[in-house]
């Protein structure tokens, strides 16, 4: 089980980047997935979680309204769609698989199967 996050980079405030978790040697359309950052000196947070039972689809408040998670079974891929990005997004994302199908815990050890992570950078 392997997860690779990419998408990261580089941009201004007020513009948009998309991350793909990509998954190789298992279907990722029987698994909840999370996306989760970590700011320098901060603890890492969820940021939005899609469940694999009916892909509802879940997003902290400080992110809703311009990140959506989705995912495309076929591409056996979880994306995350990030407009109207701000300085206080910036911060290394990571995607994971939960423990339980049916829930989107906001407790990063609740998840497991990390990926390696992906840098987002958002100036001011």
């Known amino acids: 089980v392997q997860l690779q996050a990419s998408g990261g980079g580089f941009v201004e405030t007020g513009g948009s980047l998309r991350l793909s978790c990509a998954a190789s040697g298992f279907s990722l359309r029987v698994y909840t997935i999370g996306w989760f950052r970590q700011a320098p000196g901060k603890e890492r947070e969820r940021v939005s979680c899609i469940r694999a039972s009916n892909s509802m689809t879940y997003s902290a408040d400080s992110v809703k309204g311009r990140f959506t998670i989705s995912r495309d079974n076929a591409k056996n891929t979880v994306y995350l769609q990030m407009n109207s990005l701000k300085p206080e997004d910036t911060a290394v994302y990571y995607c994971?698989?939960?423990?339980?199908?049916?829930?989107?815990?906001?407790?990063?050890?609740?998840?497991?199967?990390w990926g390696q992570g992906t840098l987002v950078t958002v100036s001011s």
């Open positions: 994971a698989t939960s423990r339980s199908i049916y829930a989107c815990s906001g407790s990063p050890d609740d998840f497991v199967s």
